[in-house]
DNA sequence: CACTACATGTAAACTGTTACATGATTCA
DNA sequence: TGAATCATGTAACAGTTTACATGTAGTG
């Protein structure tokens, strides 16, 4: 289960609660790589606790608790990721969408590439903003998650939008075929 | 659940049976838009049989049945596919190592970030290649998944590519910071 | 005739979601 | 003081995976 190695690999970037853990999987981490609930996370970590690989090391108002990662933990993450992954199994509903196209009469189907080619402009526009004004008040050094799957985010949206205007085009140019 | 969307949407495209459909899941669509195993994809065929959304039209070798969508499905696919889609929730093991670089030491990070790169660059080539091949076959017409799902994949090999080889250059930039 | 690929299925175990529940702190 | 956000959790249910099971047709 990924979900493990998902939280271990946050809490080795940094310590963290529950909660925090949750706010990352809603933001970056869910939209690009590993969504999570917070109904998900909070029996996790108590099943790592118990495991040995993360460890309380705080309690802080409202009774929060902030968890880190134990040198055992660190080693099964260390471990996980240089391991050889196992073939690339996904699970995206947009682009599910996107591949079931053709299901639908080609003025629907121009409908919904538009609708996508937009939402991904959007997507990458917000991007692109948050960078700005990222590099504005921390021009160097490393902060983790943060300037790394921006640039993805970026790159990825942008790879969809080209695709999705591609698709259009062909779709213009042979309306049956 | 999206599995029966998908298994509305393969069938629309084409009847098929659940072998098939398995087979469909393991290649193009199970890589780049949503996974399911055939131990999944049988009962799920059953039970929309069961409410009228596809329906045996054929029994072939090896007892097998060919399922092909019904009006009532084909109605309920149009209307799943135009409706608007709840926000990206993504589920992809290869990306979420890739977010949790970071965790790693620089020296770990360039091995795997190599390897990705890698990775992704002869994803592109087997795909440009088969994209070669089928235009070699088949100059023009449509052909449902094979032709957008091959450049939608071309394009997600090559930025996540461009990423990677981004991310390397960076890291070998400001080692520590 | 043995092996591989075709073709379908069941059941238990596991994982994840939805709905529900509770209390603490901050801010207008 | 009422609303919003912080912060954590449980339980029933839905969905998926893993392991097991069975038989068929083609190929060397």
Chains 1, 2 share one sequence.
């Not at 699970?91 to 937009?118: G, T």
Request: charged share 30%; glycine share 10%; proline share 4%.
């Amino acid at each position: 289960m990924s979900l493990t190695q998902a939280l271990l690999g946050l809490l080795a970037l940094e310590p963290a609660s529950g909660y925090e853990l949750s706010k990352e999987f809603e933001r970056d981490l869910g939209r690009y790589a590993w969504y999570a609930s917070h109904t998900s996370i909070y029996p996790e970590l108590i099943r790592m606790t118990g495991r040995g690989l993360v460890e309380v090391t705080g309690e802080g108002a409202r009774r929060s608790r902030t968890y880190e990662v134990t040198d055992k933990g660190r080693e099964e993450l260390r471990k996980w990721l240089l391991s050889p992954p196992d073939l690339g199994r996904v699970r995206n509903e947009q682009v599910l969408r996107m591949f079931l196209l053709d299901a639908l009469e080609p003025a629907d189907a121009l409908i919904l590439l538009r609708r996508f080619a937009e939402g991904m402009e959007q997507g990458a526009a917000t991007l692109a903003e948050l960078r700005v004004r990222h590099d504005e008040k921390a021009p160097t050094g490393r902060d983790g998650l943060g300037v790394l799957a921006a640039e993805y985010g970026l790159r990825q949206y942008e790879a969809m939008r080209g695709w999705a205007l591609w698709a259009i085009e062909r779709l213009e140019r042979t309306p049956e075929a």
